[in-house]
């Protein structure tokens, strides 16, 4: 499946990264870039957001997907997210979460 | 610049080669040397200045982009009605394209496209021409104005302003809004959908009655919609005219405008005649004339159909289409118009290097339309593209907000920063 390979590469990445110091480029997934790319209109290019939504730029990964979770399920009440969150599938928000985690 | 000797002879060839072999001469006039792979962008808007931006940004400045634009400025035309409103100006709305050269490496280039060759591959200007490897264009509407006898472009310019496009004509509505006496009507016209920003025209309407409630209390907003209902946030527009503007707002469906009497500033549908102090006529859209100019309107003859793995053309490889022009079923939105020129300049990156663009593309749209003064309401979705139907399809979950609020004010005036930074920034 997609999704693991994925996971595998990024985790190859890190492993290779403590053996050699190599994996320099750490390779984006561009689904997740693309997908990533909607949000920017309210939270910035990469999630760096200049206005009053939140900044999601270096976002803490398993903080993330617990707040899109509770988007999704109406846990944490919201004026919009709830609506963005019900369209991603969980494997989404892992991807997502990525995504965010790695901006700088 | 000085013109040395051999480059002096050769202007001067091809000055005289224009008149003998114009073909000959033009082939010679590159605008711009091109030196690698290069995307042309037609239309610095939203969805062309950020399919510039990304993929100057996403192929690690690789690839050569040429931006044409038209306009000294950016005005933004999302949020433009809160300047009939008199919250905000035009000023507040513009913004410019240094970063897009100085920071991603754009070449900007200030004119208008005369024409374009989809077989040499090249745009067209006065003055010379570009050419590319892939073309976007991003042209976003222009008005069919025979469609309402009477009205023209002129028209529009001088006094029956659509203000459809943000800029002079939004200033001068305005003008003539402050201009009106207490207790005049102002008379406003929606064209059938699909048109620019679905919930724009009942967004306006709040704005105009939010001024006149603060200035000139006895005046009224007449709605004639072409449409047999409201298009967008019904509830949501219909408890802010009720709630907010108690009175002074007349919705009428079916009511489709197709004469004005400029002098009287009558508007004439199939049943009556309206008389206006303030006229604004919303006349039926369609991709702007670029379009037109690449070969890529459909059978409609106004909208442009798409592949949604790329933006590209139906008609013609190599040219993208992207933001109002494209025909789908996807609203017609700034927001919307970036995420496709992300999708877009992502698959263009991957097709100039030989392979295949995302196969899921996945991207969302949301339109904030401010009620009053500081209240705003939403409607957003996702949209996941759907290769049986080859089309893009919502999501379950999307909607409208619950009620207006100001939260949702703040966060208008919020997403308002980050989209205009995202798209030149």
Not at chain 1, 51 to 79: C, E, H, N, W
Not at chain 2, 204 to 215: D, E, G, I, M, T
Not at chain 2, 275 to 281: E, G, P, R, T
Not at chain 2, 393 to 414: H, L, N, P, T
């Amino acid at each position: 499946m997609k999704i693991n390979k994925r996971l595998i590469s990024v985790m190859g990445c890190a492993v290779l990264l403590s053996l050699t110091t190599g994996c320099a480029t750490r390779t984006v997934d561009k689904h997740a870039r693309n997908m990533a790319g909607s949000c920017a209109a309210c939270h910035g290019t990469n999630g760096h957001s200049v206005g009053g939504a939140p900044v999601l730029a270096g976002l803490d990964k398993t903080y993330f997907i617990t707040q899109m979770k509770d988007f999704k399920s109406g846990a944490r009440q919201a004026t919009i997210m709830n609506k963005h969150a019900k369209g991603y599938s969980d494997e989404e928000f892992a991807l997502l979460a990525d995504f965010f985690a790695a901006q700088k | 610049m000085s013109v040395n000797r051999r480059e002096f002879l050769k202007i001067g060839a091809a000055g005289i080669m224009i008149g003998a072999f114009p073909g000959i001469a033009f082939a010679s006039n590159e605008l711009i040397p091109k030196k690698g792979q290069r995307v042309v962008v037609v239309g610095a808007g939203f969805g062309g200045a950020t399919a510039a931006k990304y993929i100057r940004m996403w192929s690690g400045q690789k690839i050569e982009v040429v931006l044409v634009e038209r306009n000294t400025n950016f005005v933004s035309c999302p949020m433009s009605n809160t300047v009939l409103g008199g919250t905000r100006t035009i000023s507040d709305l513009t913004g410019n394209y240094t970063t897009l050269q100085k920071k991603y490496g754009v070449n900007l280039v200030q004119g208008e496209v005369t024409a374009i060759d989809p077989d040499k591959k090249t745009v067209m200007l006065a003055n010379g021409h570009l050419s590319y490897d892939r073309l976007i264009i991003a042209p976003g509407i222009d008005f069919m104005f025979d469609r309402v006898e009477g009205l023209s472009a002129k028209v529009a310019d001088e006094s029956i302003p659509h203000a459809w496009k943000a800029g002079a004509q939004t200033t001068m509505l305005r003008k003539q809004l402050e201009a009106m006496p207490n207790g005049g009507t102002f008379v406003m016209s929606i064209p059938a959908a699909p048109y620019r920003c679905p919930p724009g025209p009942y967004e306006r309407s709040c704005q105009v009655a939010s001024y006149f409630k603060a200035h000139k209390p006895k005046s009224k907003v007449i709605i004639l919609d072409a449409n047999a209902d409201i298009t967008s946030k019904k509830g949501l527009f219909t408890a802010a005219w009720k709630e907010l503007y108690p009175g002074m707002v007349e919705y009428r469906n079916t009511s489709n405008v197709v004469e004005v009497d400029v002098a009287s500033k009558t508007a004439k549908t199939e049943t009556e005649n309206i008389k206006a102090d303030v006229l604004n006529i919303l006349p039926p859209m369609k991709a702007g004339a670029v379009a037109g100019m690449a070969g890529v309107v459909g059978a409609d003859g106004r909208w442009c159909a798409v592949d949604f793995l790329s933006y590209e053309s139906k008609v013609h490889k190599n040219i993208h289409i992207i933001g109002d022009a494209v025909s789908s079923s996807l609203p017609k939105s700034g927001h919307m118009a970036t995420a496709q020129a992300k999708i877009c300049a992502a698959a263009v990156i991957e097709m100039l290097d030989g392979k295949q663009p995302d196969q899921a593309p996945t991207l969302s749209n949301t339109c904030y339309s401010m009620v009053s003064g500081n209240e705003a309401v939403h409607v957003a979705n996702v949209f996941r593209f759907n290769a049986e139907k080859q089309a893009m399809v919502s999501a379950d979950g999307g909607g409208v907000s619950k009620a207006r609020s100001e939260a949702e004010g703040a966060y208008a005036a919020s997403w308002l920063q980050n989209i205009m930074s995202d798209v030149l920034l």
